[in-house]
T-cell receptor
Framework: QKEVEQDPGPLSVPEGAIVSLNCTYSNSAFQYFMWYRQYSRKGPELLMYTYSSGNKEDGRFTAQVDKSSKYISLFIRDSQPSDSATYLCAMSGADSWGKFQFGAGTQVVVTP | NAGVMQNPRHLVRRRGQEARLRCSPMKGHSHVYWYRQLPEEGLKFMVYLQKENIIDESGMPKERFSAEFPKEGPSILRIQQVVRGDSAAYFC????????????????FGEGSRLTVL
């Protein structure tokens, strides 16, 4: 069993819809939770960073962490065609920051 | 302010040859991480280096792979006697600190070096 599970998709949504992404994990030591966006043949770029449990909102993006269920989510409101990319969740423990465990990534396609 | 610079962006090698991938971290960053991304898979941690020191190489294959980050110059990931299974995208990331990257949690990634082994 992988430490971080993420549905690879593809997830296709119409423009303006809410995109819902999630990851589950098995390591209770994880404290830092990140969402990265990766366009084709580019490097990952950080979208959201959350420490421990809770919600965090930034513009159209909302990240949620539920440590009791070992489940994290990313929501993208009012999706745009430019949001079409692969979204990677990543997490690490307190003593291993930078040594991230990544999910396999979910490919999202937003159709005009 | 240049980001993390990786070169070459694309590298083709025949089986048995050596591959050298270079990474220049962002200015002022002294912590470098190498990750590998195989097709249809997420990024896998390989090694964490500071200047002249390997801090954590727990993700590096035991043979043929080595990494360095000299006092001067870029970090180098070296793969000797490449095999087809080494074909992947190799990403370098840098951070100014060893923990929580200036409080934002950000690890800055380069554009990657794509290795193809024929």
């Amino acid at each position: 069993q992988k430490e971080v599970e993420q549905d690879p998709g593809p997830l296709s949504v119409p423009e303006g819809a809410i995109v819902s992404l999630n990851c589950t994990y098995s390591n209770s030591a994880f404290q830092y939770f990140m969402w990265y966006r990766q366009y084709s043949r580019k490097g990952p770029e950080l979208l959201m960073y959350t420490y421990s449990s809770g919600n965090k909102e930034d513009g159209r993006f909302t990240a949620q962490v539920d440590k009791s269920s070992k489940y994290i989510s990313l929501f993208i409101r009012d999706s745009q065609p430019s949001d079409s990319a692969t979204y990677l969740c990543a997490m690490s423990g307190a003593d291993s920051w930078g040594k991230f465990q990544f999910g396999a990534g979910t490919q999202v396609v937003v159709t005009p | 302010n240049a980001g993390v610079m990786q070169n070459p962006r694309h590298l083709v090698r025949r089986r048995g040859q050596e591959a050298r991938l270079r990474c220049s971290p962002m200015k002022g960053h002294s912590h470098v991480y190498w990750y590998r991304q195989l097709p249809e898979e997420g990024l896998k941690f390989m090694v964490y280096l500071q200047k002249e020191n390997i801090i954590d190489e727990s993700g590096m294959p035991k043979e043929r792979f080595s990494a360095e980050f000299p006092k001067e110059g870029p970090s180098i990931l070296r793969i000797q006697q490449v095999v087809r299974g080494d074909s992947a995208a190799y990403f370098c990331a840098s951070s100014p600190f060893s923990g929580q990257g200036a409080g934002t949690g950000e690890l800055f990634f380069g554009e990657g070096s794509r290795l193809t082994v024929l």
